[in-house]
């Protein structure tokens, strides 16, 4: 689960630390600096030893959440230029090298659980919510639930590791130095799962805004191109197409499925941000999330001929909740981008 505030149990908790010692390791291994370099490990004194990246650790949160200048701007879409392309890079190295990673989580936890795919009980729950806010559900409606849920689970030709939380925070960004940090949830997936990470709000984080639709364009080619040079199936257009509705569809589900959305608005607890931030934790809603989730799964998804049935139930629930919520509104830009076209 993610952006509610859950206990977690024992093997959840040693889960987490068993993926990012793991994503570490086998990240070390594979090489071009993708992540801060794993030394050595201790599961009984829960300690991982990594290279220093220094004092500070600056990460996307400050070229994101700063003053909207000229300058700003453009720092901030050079460095998430920059985030684009280390992920897809990454995908790239370690696509058909899961042979390589399963063994390093075992070795270290066996019990770990595995993460990045839709869960029985996620489906149960998205459509215990359309139920209780549309009435009744369809079966076709059910059936593209399930796919899905496979979609999340198949090895199929975009088949590589995931961060699983590529949010701001969770990048070291400084100069011309970009690494991934905390791999809690990393796993092998579908590529397009941290793949529209922009297009869906950043949907893990609690630093979750929108890009200007122009900025998203340009930042989804390049990471597209970059994923282009290691994974051929990147290259047909209408099964990356499919991968990325899929993908926001699997956002939505995670979205949905995770909290009471009939129940009072949801303050996200914020991160830390720089002294010059305009991160503002007060307007840090879950409402503006979930809708403007929903419209840009319906943005992707309509006339595409694929998953029709979620979409249109996505688009009676997007008016509905609108009505339920007077108040609330589509999320934000981030600040740096506070100003610009919609």
């Known amino acids: 689960r993610f952006d509610t505030a859950k206990s977690e149990t024992e093997i959840e908790k ?156 969770n990048v070291y960004y400084q100069e011309s130095k970009m690494r991934l940090i905390d791999f809690e949830f990393g796993d092998f997936g579908n590529a397009l799962i941290d793949g529209v990470y922009l297009r869906m709000n950043m949907p893990s984080c609690w630093c979750s805004k929108a890009i200007p639709p122009a900025t998203l364009l340009r930042m989804e080619s390049a990471y597209r191109q970059e994923l282009k040079k290691g994974l051929a199936a990147a290259m047909n257009d209408a099964l990356y197409d499919k991968q990325v ?48 989730r929903l419209d840009a799964f319906i943005t992707c998804a309509k006339n595409s001929g694929y998953l029709s049935e979620f979409c249109s139930t996505s688009i009676k629930l997007l008016a509905h909740l609108q009505k339920l919520w007077p108040d609330s509104r589509f999320i934000d830009f981030y600040p740096v981008f506070k100003g610009q076209r919609v």
């Open 14 to 169: 040693l889960s987490r630390f068993a993926h990012d010692w793991a994503g570490l390791e086998f990240l070390t291994e594979i090489g071009n600096n993708h992540a801060p370099k794993f030394y050595a490990g201790s599961f009984e004194h829960k300690f991982i030893l990594l290279e220093d990246l220094g004092l500070l650790h600056p990460s996307l949160v400050g070229p994101l959440t700063r003053a909207p200048t000229s300058t700003h701007v453009q720092e901030a879409e050079s460095a998430l230029l920059a985030y684009v392309r280390r992920v897809a890079k990454m995908q790239v190295d370690t696509f058909g090298k899961a042979k390589k990673f399963s063994p390093i989580l075992q070795r270290i936890y066996p019990q770990a659980e595995c993460y990045n795919y839709l869960h029985e009980e996620d489906i149960r729950d998205m459509l215990k919510h359309c139920k209780v806010l549309l009435g009744d559900v369809s079966a076709e409606l059910q059936q593209e639930l399930q796919s899905v849920q496979e979609f999340s689970t198949e090895q199929s030709d975009f088949h590589v590791f995931l961060h699983g939380d590529t949010c701001p925070d």
């Open 245 to 292: 509705i899929y993908a926001c569809a699997y956002w939505l589900i995670r979205t949905l499925s995770s909290m009471n959305v009939v129940e009072c608005e949801w303050i996200c607890p914020s991160g830390p941000v720089d002294a010059d931030s305009l991160w503002d934790p007060k307007e840090n809603g879950f409402r503006p999330r979930i809708l403007s």
